[in-house]
């Protein structure tokens, strides 16, 4: 099945600047990538996801970027704010035939982003 | 819009009880939802897809007469722990899948902690 794995566990970063989380994928059939942001005590929030047909996409300050061929996408936050402080979580769903991960998310493990005012 | 209710957000049982949950599209319909199971600091874990009208698929290891799921509606799905025990305390989270191809958003409703004393 899928497998995902995210970089780093850990981010802390001051206000004003980037902040750049990467992930890898393991079933090249997978082409549906969403970020998710989780705030202390409540569900994962979607904010922003990209199909395989494109190779970049953009929402305001936040930023996807995905290389097919080497199977990783990172998401990329310009002008942090203390605001943005949470888990976030890149997924992917499996798409290769007959496996156990067909149409279902996988989670990364999970980054935690602290940004200091 | 994709809003997800989940309800309730907190239980607090004796050992024993059975406990309800409901996972609730308010503004579109959901012929797929998903039950996540999370523990602190840790990523999602599914375990179980619901399909509306039809019988869940669980993922392996997860006991499918401990968690038992009912998709009646395209709006609605629960997930009810039968004889909960503290060893299922955790944080329970519900998915709903907008469309219907299988690479189509998840939203997610805020997640019911669930405590067994």
């Known amino acids: 099945g899928e497998n995902v794995e995210q970089h780093p566990s850990t981010l802390s970063v001051q206000e004003g600047d980037s902040a750049v989380i990467k992930c890898t994928y393991s079933?090249?059939?997978?082409?549906?990538f969403p970020w998710y942001k989780q705030e202390l005590g409540k569900g994962p929030q979607l904010i922003i996801d990209i199909r395989s047909n494109v190779g970049e996409k953009k929402d305001q300050r936040i930023a996807v970027t995905l290389n097919k061929t080497a199977k990783h996408f990172s998401l990329h936050i310009t002008e942090t704010q203390p605001e943005d402080s949470a888990v976030y979580f890149c997924?992917?769903?499996?798409?290769?035939?007959?496996?156990?991960?067909?149409?279902?998310?996988?989670f990364g493990q999970g980054t935690i982003l602290t940004v200091h005012p | 819009g994709a809003v997800v209710s989940q309800h309730p957000s907190w239980v607090i049982c004796k050992s024993g009880t059975s406990v309800k949950i409901e996972c609730r599209s308010l503004?579109?319909?959901?012929?797929?939802m998903f039950w996540y199971r999370q523990f602190p600091k840790q990523s999602l874990m599914l375990m179980a897809t619901s399909n509306e009208g039809s019988k869940a698929t669980y993922e392996q290891g997860v006991e499918k007469d401990k968690f038992l799921i009912n998709h009646a509606s395209l709006t609605l799905s629960t997930l009810t722990v039968t004889s909960a025990h503290p060893e299922d305390s955790s944080f329970y989270i519900c998915?709903?899948?907008?469309?219907?191809?299988?690479?189509?958003?998840?939203?997610f409703g805020d997640g019911t902690r669930l405590s067994i004393l």
């Open positions: 503004d579109f319909q959901a012929t797929t």
């Open positions: 079933d090249s059939a997978s082409n549906y």
């Open positions: 998915s709903a899948r907008q469309g219907g191809g299988v690479n189509q958003p998840q939203h």
């Open positions: 997924a992917a769903v499996g798409l290769g035939a007959g496996g156990t991960s067909y149409g279902k998310l996988t």
